[in-house]
């Protein structure tokens, strides 16, 4: 007999009893790890006692349980407030909160300080998929390698587990890219529907050609890796850069005939013509990009 868990039940501490941080709870329980919970409101932790966590009367007391903390609340702030006074020597503290890149690597710079390993985390699901097989849900990882590593097997109770680097910014950034590229996705979307919106078109008969059109569009990213890896925006083009910005006034005109704000659209073409006024009507957009580097033209 030893008194020693098996890594896939070791126990650890949640901070945070939100809707994330209760997905993450009741996936860790049923998998059979014992889970110690705090929650700035109690009665969300006092929720989870039922199903077998056991409810800690403050954080300090939470992160005292476990080796292995998890730390899912508001914003960074709220972290900074819940460990204040807790002691961190020899913890391995995951941030699964979301937050900005400088706030990943200064949170680390502080758990270091305190003598704990460090991961920042970005959660790429919403709480149903967690703990659910097939979610294709993940969550990616920066920091300690050596903590990612040891604890592999553990994070991977939830979600999928992907590590992108020491670098404990890497989480939050690849996490904050991702959810941008969706934003501009979703404010095309809205357009569409707001075209359609006073026609006879069904948006549930639109809705599948809307949802094919984007999967079609969607492997373009790769040729836009190509050219800026490269540094050859000229690369493969289809479309380019002068050719879309004169589609432009075609959508535009189409939603003013619609009576349809076109203030989704706009700031994206602004774009379109600083670059085509650059001389770079023969390329693909993607140089744009170079347009939106707050730091162009200070190093030359």
């Not at 703990?131 to 109770?157: C, I, K, M, N, P």
């Not at 959810?179 to 979307?189: D, I, N, R, T, Y």
């Not at 984007?214 to 490269?230: C, G, K, Y």
Request: negative net charge; contains cysteine; proline residues 5%.
């Amino acid at each position: 007999m030893t008194d020693k868990a098996p890594v896939s039940r070791i126990p650890l501490t949640v901070l945070g009893a939100g809707a994330m941080g209760t997905a993450l709870v009741r996936s860790w329980l049923a998998a059979g790890h014992p889970v110690t919970v705090w929650n700035r409101t109690p009665a969300r932790a006092e929720a989870l006692a039922a199903e077998g966590a056991t409810v800690a009367a403050s954080a300090a007391e939470a992160v005292a349980a476990s080796r292995l903390v998890i730390v899912c609340l508001l914003d960074d702030a709220s972290v900074g407030e819940a460990l204040d006074g807790a002691a961190l020597d020899g913890r391995d503290l995951v941030d699964l909160t979301t937050g900005t890149p400088a706030e990943g690597r200064s949170r680390a710079a502080w758990a270091t300080a305190r003598g704990a390993r460090f991961l920042d985390g970005g959660i790429m699901a919403v709480p149903p998929m967690i703990g659910q097989a097939g979610s294709d849900g993940y969550v990616f990882y920066s920091g300690s390698a050596e903590l990612f590593e040891e604890h592999r097997e553990t994070l991977a109770v939830p979600a999928g587990t992907r590590y992108v680097g020491a670098d404990p910014g890497f989480a939050a950034l690849h996490d904050v890219a991702l959810l941008s590229a969706m934003s501009g996705m979703f404010a095309g979307v809205t357009h569409a529907f707001a075209l359609i919106g006073r026609e006879d078109v069904r948006p549930r008969d639109f809705a599948p050609l809307l949802a094919d059109w984007l999967t079609a569009m969607a492997p373009s990213v790769h040729q836009a890796a190509d050219q800026l890896e490269s540094g050859d925006y000229g690369k493969g083009v289809v479309s380019n850069l002068a050719m879309q910005v004169a589609g432009n006034a075609t959508l535009l005109r189409t939603a003013e005939e619609q009576e349809v704000s076109a203030e989704l659209l706009t700031p994206y073409m602004s774009v379109m013509e600083r670059w085509l006024a650059e001389g770079h009507g023969e390329e693909d957009p993607t140089g744009m990009v170079e347009l939106l580097d707050l730091r162009r033209g200070r190093d030359t």
